[in-house]
């Protein structure tokens, strides 16, 4: 990040590569739509072009990184929302397998592969929570975040987050339970 900050292409092209993957993944968990995933990684990659002097030097890149993304994610939200435009689900999409920050899918070795028809249930579950605590799942159970990293990025506090995952996780477990998976 500081090599792209002081000018280096090649390095961003590498912090694409790395990153990118990442970002897209959760675009898609969050809006479950590919194409405004998509739309939205490169918005977030321009925003982070224009902010690159904003950059800490010497800070971990990811936390700022990923909260660019989810301020991107929200102005799109309230945008869509002022046009009153919502988001349908898309259909028998299923979001593409999380990625490391190395830049390579997540192995099968190290989760355990699901049902598809039991994912599909899961997404569904997940895109009828409410937007906070959807957010809250997304960032710590699907991303990996600690509860700090996920508060960070959203702008809340650690304990208003903690609350919004364990609303989500008994929303999703209760979800779930009504259609026999427990």
Known sequence: MERYCDGDAAAFQELYRLVAPRILS?????????????????VTFLKIHKARSAYVRGAEPMPWIYAIAHRTFLD????????RVTLSPAGDD??????????QAADAHDEPRHDSELARAALAALAQ??????????LTK?????IAEAAAITGTTPGAMKVRAH?????????LATIGVS
């Open 94 to 103: 299923v979001p593409e397998q999380a990625a490391r920050i190395d830049g």
């Open 142 to 146: 699907l991303d990996g975040k600690s």
């Open 167 to 175: 609303r989500g996780y008994e929303a999703l477990r209760k979800a």
């Open 76 to 83: 799109e939200m309230r945008k869509r929302k002022r046009a």
């Open 129 to 138: 929570l409410p937007e906070k605590q959807r957010e809250a799942v997304v």
């Open 26 to 42: 959760y675009f898609l968990r969050m809006s479950r739509e590919r194409a405004l995933s998509e739309d939205l990684l490169q």
